[in-house]
């Protein structure tokens, strides 16, 4: 496919270059000279991105400049010592010496080497910002990976505390499984909403093993909104923070709710819990605002995520696009 598209790329540069002969009449041996030249550089566009990578990673400063100046010389040459033989087997008669050919296409030659340069440049800074922006959502996300550890090991340690062994070993198994699912998670940077819905489940049975009765779920989740993909270890964080700023500082019953559904082809998921002295639970901490960080990099705004009192429970909202920009 590559190849394709550098000769497809030569091919119109060709004619561009024919078309600038229309106004006089143009004969068979020019258009074949046109497009031997660009198919000829269409053949050494792969050496020039070769030696262009090359250079940069063996010379800096003026050196690299030097290299660049002695490299392009080296293709013109080359690209003359091709003509004249392949114009020959086309039957394209020579009319000029070597040198005389090699100063008159001096100047296109260096413009051509220089354009595939830039684009060898543009490539380059592409993969660094992808490179970068990857490096920096992967940092986000272990960021998130120790506090989800550290919460749990607290349960395990107030069950220990409480010398209830049997429920502390339970936890520590469940925190093994979960574990695993995070430390080796699917390929991909996306998971099915269903995918991370398990961990959440996972996460909360761990927690109802430690507060018992004070802990109720509920989870109110439609059918189309199972197999659509979010960004994983998103839901997790925030069931997590609801647990210690709803459930933890209050000494009665609470109760979480989980609900998502699909909306002008959105999916809208809202986790409420019992707002504390009639406010909101602002815990946001590292987790929300690394997940809010998370939202922004990889949606690039589109995503809309939010905390909010309603009729004395505090809901977090987050909207997902079904697409990336």
Same mark, same amino acid.
């Given at each position: 496919?590559?190849?394709?598209?550098?000769?497809?790329?030569?091919?119109?540069?060709?004619?561009?270059?024919?078309?600038?002969?229309?106004?006089?009449?143009?004969?068979?041996?020019?258009?074949?000279?046109?497009?031997?030249?660009?198919?000829?550089?269409?053949?050494?566009?792969?050496?020039?991105?070769?030696?262009?990578?090359?250079?940069?990673?063996?010379?800096?400063?003026?050196?690299?400049?030097?290299?660049?100046?002695?490299?392009?010389?080296?293709?013109?040459?080359?690209?003359?010592?091709?003509?004249?033989?392949?114009?020959?087997?086309?039957?394209?008669?020579?009319?000029?010496?070597?040198?005389?050919?090699?100063?008159?296409?001096?100047?296109?030659?260096?413009?051509?080497?220089?354009?595939?340069?830039?684009?060898?440049?543009?490539?380059?800074?592409?993969?660094?910002?992808?490179?970068?922006?990857?490096?920096?959502?992967?940092?986000?996300?272990?960021?998130?990976?120790?506090?989800?550890?550290?919460?749990?090991?607290?349960?395990?340690?107030?069950?220990?505390?409480?010398?209830?062994?049997?429920?502390?070993?339970?936890?520590?198994?469940?925190?093994?499984?979960?574990?695993?699912?995070?430390?080796?998670?699917?390929?991909?940077?996306? @998971? #099915?909403?269903?995918? $991370?819905?398990?961990?959440?489940? &996972?996460?909360? !049975? %761990? =927690?109802?093993?430690?507060?018992? *009765? +004070?802990?109720?779920?509920?989870?109110?989740?439609?059918?189309?909104?199972?197999?659509?993909?979010?960004?994983?270890?998103?839901?997790?964080?925030?069931?997590?923070?609801? @647990? #210690?700023?709803?459930? $933890?500082?209050?000494?009665?019953? &609470?109760?979480? !709710? %989980? =609900?998502?559904?699909?909306?002008? *082809? +959105?999916?809208?998921?809202?986790?409420?819990?019992?707002?504390?002295?009639?406010?909101?639970?602002?815990?946001?901490?590292?987790?929300?605002?690394?997940?809010?960080?998370?939202?922004?990099?990889?949606?690039?705004?589109?995503?809309?995520?939010?905390?909010?009192?309603?009729?004395?429970?505090?809901?977090?909202?987050?909207?997902?696009?079904?697409?990336?920009?």
């Amino acid at each position: 496919m590559r190849g394709g598209l550098v000769f497809l790329a030569w091919t119109l540069v060709g004619a561009v270059a024919l078309s600038r002969g229309v106004a006089s009449p143009l004969v068979c041996d020019d258009i074949i000279v046109i497009f031997q030249s660009v198919w000829l550089w269409a053949l050494f566009t792969p050496l020039v991105f070769a030696i262009t990578s090359r250079i940069a990673k063996r010379f800096r400063g003026w050196q690299r400049g030097i290299a660049h100046g002695v490299a392009s010389i080296g293709v013109a040459t080359v690209d003359v010592a091709l003509d004249a033989p392949i114009l020959m087997l086309l039957g394209v008669p020579i009319q000029s010496t070597f040198v005389r050919m090699f100063f008159g296409q001096l100047v296109l030659n260096l413009l051509s080497y220089a354009a595939l340069f830039g684009i060898t440049q543009l490539l380059r800074v592409n993969r660094l910002s992808n490179a970068l922006a990857q490096a920096r959502l992967d940092a986000l996300e272990n960021r998130l990976r120790p506090h989800f550890v550290f919460n749990s090991l607290h349960t395990v340690a107030a069950l220990v505390r409480a010398q209830r062994n049997d429920d502390a070993v339970k936890t520590i198994t469940r925190l093994g499984e979960l574990l695993r699912s995070v430390v080796a998670p699917p390929p991909g940077d996306r @998971v #099915r909403f269903q995918d $991370e819905l398990e961990l959440v489940q &996972s996460y909360l !049975a %761990i =927690e109802t093993i430690r507060f018992a *009765d +004070r802990l109720q779920v509920e989870f109110l989740v439609s059918d189309e909104a199972l197999d659509f993909e979010i960004p994983r270890l998103v839901l997790q964080p925030l069931v997590d923070n609801a @647990v #210690r700023h709803g459930v $933890e500082p209050n000494p009665g019953p &609470s109760r979480i !709710a %989980i =609900e998502a559904g699909i909306a002008d *082809d +959105r999916l809208c998921v809202q986790i409420s819990i019992p707002a504390v002295n009639g406010a909101p639970s602002r815990g946001l901490g590292v987790a929300m605002t690394t997940i809010r960080e998370r939202l922004d990099a990889i949606y690039d705004g589109r995503a809309d995520f939010g905390l909010s009192l309603n009729a004395g429970l505090t809901v977090t909202s987050i909207s997902f696009p079904r697409s990336r920009p």
